[in-house]
């Protein structure tokens, strides 16, 4: 195993994860096992880190990159015109059934943007504004047309249900810098596999990332019952564990462990969370920012927000969720409207980063499970709502801070936008890229489950280097 | 809830998508897979292998595990066996008193007694019905964005009902798909429609409802995600565009409707206020429930999954790789709901009884004999125990299927009473516990962890049936929603209940049932994730119901002797069904005199703790309070709210 924390986690690991017997479970320490899931220490990394932190904007749905980031004067000059049959044999569409779909121009304009020249459409101003700060990669590649099982590619490394997702490794792999909140922490609204993309799959369930709630308080219960002081609540909290550590010496269960571990976090957020979780200490001029009118409304703003004040206190991986970007109809309303929602937000967080010097610790993604084709999905009618399919073939995401060489545009598609012109990164390029910024090796950075060493990018995956600057 | 919305129309789309090519680029599926997958092969009887076991089950189990060299897990301690079975069967604590007379009791047959005893408690139903509510997406609103509250509460007392006098399969699986149409229905036929009615629903998304009727009865009764869970890259479904419709066509041909129940109690109560003061008419006046009723209409194919591009008209139907399931003559008109049932329940019909007795296997184990306890397409991989698979199906079939024998013959087995402890050697080889090399620590379902603490705590309704209910929830948790709805605490007992009689808004269920994975009834629910994330230690230990059931235990412990000691042995008794050993009521009773100490000198913190009034004089305070801290470590205990 190549767990790259510290001695005392790494010891731990090899015994308890692992279930091996002849050291006794209960002769570790309670600042031991918490240290194990949460504790705050300066973590030795397999590589150089560029990033403490990654904020993971997921786009649910598959933004339409050929309207947003993508242009292709050359479908809009052939608009209506068939998908050539060459290109039509290197695709693979989720619901197109006619035999020789039809191209369909984007209506948007398109302008270049910064110093870097970058083409962003006139759905996305704000972030339009922040090009010279983010870098645009558009031949992202996927294995898997059907959402669910593309979401769980991109968040897991692999297209079906159970295995350990991406913050769940970072968590697993780097712990957290906070002792008040946990080390993972999701927002927004929930993909399609559900919280198969933020489990821990094999991994100890301590990995796991916890929920914030999008309405109303985040988190419930930080305050103690009526006259239960702090004292009152270590005192029970210290029992609690003691009593759980017995149990788990005797079942071996890991679970438990995590149970003990959830305890430890509890106490720590309820002093710390109430603060953290509130936006009430945000000047009007930064809610501006975010375009947030009523902070106690749920939006993506807030959640951009809220992921700048995770990663502040050293939350490790936050991941907000957002859609639905699945616009195989009526895309001339649906795409705006999303754009809407989600374009200031996140170059606030972007610009917001900056500003308060968190950008350079902070890695930022943007992006969703695949993309969407150049072909129109029917119907076409006049007045009809077209929409476009899935693509899987090439799509955009863009990066921010963490070490990334702000202002380029990687990678390039073909005149039609179908297919990239080069390799492009596959997902599991990407995930290995992502665990590079952090200082993690993703060939090393493995868990033994049933007789072999699992990892995120399971065989695959390279990192992407040209998205950093040298350093 | 447009991610709602959404997520329906994606099925719909895959459901037709990919159902019309089959494959895109890879051609459909072969004839010969369909023909060769285990589970498209009728069950047949293994021979029982000759292992050492007292039971069938048992020998099954013993001679995989021998295969590989390993031994079965020692029988659990006798109180963890009683306080498992109790938890499973009517998903409440044993008694203090029932584990001493088992303990006692020492006739051979005194596990079999307890199981009787169990699978005859009223609770058994409400506890086996709960796991069918998560199938049949059970909720008391329609989903979509006005989340409108509807009253179908009769349909979740019919299904508690249905397994508390344990009705056959056949008569369970068909009251549900068309009570409506047997000769002479009674109301209770009709309400067993529920079943379908509890789709999310609103006017103007007909087709997505329908669709998810089909998804229902796929995943429900054949394990087969109906043209859904598939990609582009695996021969899968086996059902195609047109057969899809075909069973689409069953449910097209209905309608949802208002049957109002004379003589049912009231539904609502005044503390539910719905929409606004202008709707106030929407409000339903009395009690009724929502039934399906037959209306015929045409059914078309749909191009592309999109209902504005009918194309060919289909009849009911059934799809060709099962068609051999059909049983009676072919008639000349198209079959019916009834026919329906029929084709899901032949003995011909390979699936049917696989997955329902897998699903149970699942319910007492953690995981299926089929992990993929909602999948037994082309891509599954045989169960880890085939043979035992098949020989549960058939004994399944030989009881007149019912599920009270089948639960019962597998409770009594070794292998269900087997110690839960990790075993280094198995787990090297089996961490997953495949080979049921030992039982499972399982953290309990959401409705449950409340259910067992307020029941130790004493404050536990005990009532059961009737309209949904509206226990303490955290304020603010209806402030999502985009049409206005009210949350008033019940009064008296009502308060109380257990929580599968908690009212469900769809889109804002009461926050303990999302933070303990408890599902959203969105769509059928085959299973539940078991999370352990510090949000529920949170709630555990500061949420007010739990809070409530401290309190009661607290006094429960406090007025249960004279002696610390005792009072901790007798509180561990009621809680976790065994005494503490000596290192446990040592850190109980430190426990006790450190937080004795805190409260010497705050009487107010000591009112504040038992919930009196400011001005209250009791002797007894600081000792009453501290008990309330002791108890409430005593439900916060991962052993507590674990079956194990």
């Known amino acids: 195993m190549h767990n790259p924390a510290s001695a005392i986690t790494s010891s731990l690991s090899r015994r308890a994860f692992f279930g091996a017997g002849g050291v006794s479970l209960a002769s570790m320490s309670l600042s031991q096992l918490s240290a194990a899931s949460s504790g705050p220490r300066p973590q030795p990394s397999h590589v150089a880190p560029r990033a403490r932190s990654v904020i993971f904007l997921f786009q649910v749905g598959g933004p339409s990159q050929l309207d947003l980031f993508d242009p292709k004067p050359e479908v809009n000059r052939r608009d209506g015109e068939e998908l050539p049959e060459s ?195 945000e000047t009007r001029e930064t809610l501006k920012l975010y375009g947030i009118e009523d902070p106690s409304r749920p939006s993506f703003a807030r959640n951009c927000l809220m992921a700048r004040r995770l990663v502040e206190q050293g939350v490790r991986f936050v991941q907000v969720f957002h ?77 921010a801070g963490g070490g990334v060489r702000a202002g380029q545009v990687i990678g390039e598609t073909n005149d039609l ?23 993690l090796d993703h060939e090393r950075l493995t868990y033994r489950y049933e007789g072999r060493e699992f990892r995120l990018t399971d065989i695959h995956g390279e990192v992407k280097s040209e998205l950093f600057a040298r350093s | 809830m447009s991610n709602i919305l959404v997520g329906i129309r994606w099925i719909v789309w895959l459901a037709v998508a990919i159902a019309v090519t089959g494959v895109p680029g890879t051609g459909s599926i072969e004839a010969g897979d ?132 344990d009705m056959g399969f056949e008569r369970f699986v068909t009251e549900q798909l068309a009570g409506d149409l047997l000769p002479a229905a009674d109301v209770s036929q009709q309400i067993a429609t529920g079943f379908q009615c509890n789709v999310i629903y609103d006017p103007g998304v007909r087709y997505e409802a329908i669709v998810d009727q089909v998804q229902t009865v796929g995943s429900v009764f054949l394990g087969l995600t109906l043209g859904c869970a598939q990609c582009h890259t695996h021969k899968t479904d086996p059902v195609s565009h047109e057969e899809f419709y075909r069973l689409y066509a069953f449910f097209n041909e209905t309608s949802i409707q208002r049957l109002p129940l004379p003589g049912f109690d009231t539904g609502y109560r005044d503390g539910l206020v719905i929409r606004d003061e202008k709707k106030k008419s929407d409000r339903p006046t009395g009690p009724a429930t929502l039934v399906l009723k037959s209306a015929p209409q045409a059914t078309h194919v749909f191009e592309q999954g999109d209902p504005s591009q009918p194309g060919q008209k289909v009849v009911t139907g059934f799809p060709a790789f099962l068609a051999t399931a059909r049983v009676g003559k072919e008639k000349s008109s198209p079959p019916d709901r009834i026919e329906l049932a029929r084709w899901i329940l032949s003995e011909n019909n390979p699936l049917t009884d696989r997955v329902t007795v897998n699903r149970v296997w699942q319910r007492l184990f953690g995981t299926g004999l089929v992990e993929t306890e909602n999948d037994f397409g082309v891509q ?80 536990l309704s005990e009532k059961m049936l009737g309209p949904s209910v509206f226990p303490d929830q955290s304020p603010g948790v209806l402030d999502a929603r985009a049409t206005a709805a009210k949350w008033t605490p019940s009064e008296g007992q009502d308060r109380w209940r257990r929580g599968l009689y908690t009212w469900h808004w769809r889109l804002t269920p009461h926050p303990l049932k999302p933070l303990f994975d408890a599902p959203e009834g969105v769509t059928s629910c085959t299973r539940r994730d078991r999370s352990n994330v510090p949000v529920q230690s949170l709630a555990l230990l500061n949420d007010v119901s739990f809070y409530t059931a401290a309190r009661g235990l607290g006094r429960w412990s406090w007025l249960s002797g004279p002696k610390s000691a005792d009072r901790v042995d007798t509180t561990m008794l009621r809680c976790l069904g065994r005494r503490p050993s000596p290192f446990e009521r040592r850190v109980l009773l430190e426990l006790n005199e450190s937080q004795r100490a805190t409260l010497q000198h705050d009487l107010a913190a000591c009112r504040a703790i038992l919930g009196l009034d400011a001005g209250a004089a009791d002797d007894d305070l600081v000792e009453r309070a501290t008990w309330v801290l002791v108890a409430r470590v005593i439900l916060n205990l991962d052993e507590f709210f674990t079956r194990e």
């Open chain 1, 87 to 281: 290109l039509l044999k290197q695709v693979s569409f989720a619901q197109i059934q006619e035999k020789r779909p039809r191209l369909m121009g984007s209506p948007y304009r398109f302008r270049r943007h910064g110093h870097s020249g970058a083409w962003v459409s006139e759905l996305m101003p704000h972030t339009a504004g922040i090009v010279d700060r983010i870098t645009i990669a558009r031949t992202l590649r996927t294995d898997d047309t059907n959402h669910m099982f593309a979401e769980l590619l991109m968040n897991t490394g692999w297209r079906r249900f159970g295995r350990p997702s991406l913050g769940s490794w970072v968590a697993y792999g780097l712990g957290s810098q906070s002792q008040e909140m946990p080390a993972f922490l999701v927002l927004g609204t929930k993909p399609r596999s559900k919280s198969a993309n933020y489990g821990s799959g094999f991994l100890p369930s301590q990995f796991q990332a916890t929920v914030l709630r999008d309405a109303g308080e985040p988190i419930l219960n930080l305050s103690n019952p009526p006259g239960v002081t702090s004292r009152r609540q270590r005192l029970s909290i210290d029992a609690i564990n003691r009593l759980n550590r017995v149990r788990l010496e005797a079942s071996g269960d890991d679970e438990i462990r995590a149970r003990i571990a959830s305890y430890e976090m509890a106490f720590r957020m309820q002093a710390r969370a109430p603060g953290l979780l509130s936006l009430g200490s």
């Open chain 1, 323 to 399: 859609g639905d970007w699945d616009h195989h109809t009526d895309i001339g309303k649906r795409l705006p409207g999303e754009c809407r929602v989600t374009d200031q937000g996140s170059a606030a967080l972007v610009l917001d980063l900056a500003r308060r010097g968190l950008l350079d610790d902070t890695l930022v993604i943007w992006g969703g499970e695949l993309g969407r084709t150049p072909v129109a999905q029917k119907p076409m009618a006049a007045g009809g709502r077209v929409g476009r399919d899935h693509q899987i073939e090439a799509f955009t995401m863009w990066f």
């Open chain 1, 417 to 439: 936008g179908c297919l990239p012109t080069e390799a492009g990164w596959h997902v599991h390029d990407l995930q290995a890229t992502i665990l590079h910024a952090l200082g």
């Open chain 2, 380 to 459: 599954t991989p045989p169960p880890s125990h085939p043979g035992l698979l098949d020989h549960l199906a058939l004994e399944f079939r030989h009881h007149g299927r019912r599920f009270k024998p089948l639960i019962r013959s597998i409770v009594l087995s070794e292998t269900y009473r087997q110690s839960s402890d990790v075993r280094p050697e198995l787990a090297a080889v089996d961490a997953s516990n495949r080979l049921v090399g030992r039982q499972r620590r399982l953290r309990l379902e959401a409705e449950v962890i409340r259910d067992i603490s307020l029941q130790a705590g004493g404050v």
């Open chain 2, 34 to 165: 369909l023909e060769l997958h285990w589970a498209f092969q009728p069950p047949r009887r293994h021979a029982v292998p000759r292992s050492d076991g007292s039971t069938p089950i048992d020998r099954f189990v013993r001679a995989r595990l021998a295969s590989r060299q390993l031994a079965p897990s020692t029988a659990a301690p006798n109180a963890v066996q009683v306080r498992r079975v109790t938890l499973d069967l009517i998903g409440l604590l044993p008694t203090s008193a029932r584990i001493e007379a088992y303990l006692a009791d020492s006739r051979p047959d005194r596990w079999g007694r307890l199981v009787d005893e169990l699978l005859a408690s009223p609770h058994f139903g409400e506890r086996w019905g709960r796991h069918w509510l998560d199938l049949a997406r059970f909720a008391d609103s329609s989903g979509y964005e006005s989340d409108s509250p509807r009253q179908i509460w009769p349909y979740r007392d019919w299904v508690i009902e249905a397994w508390n006098s």
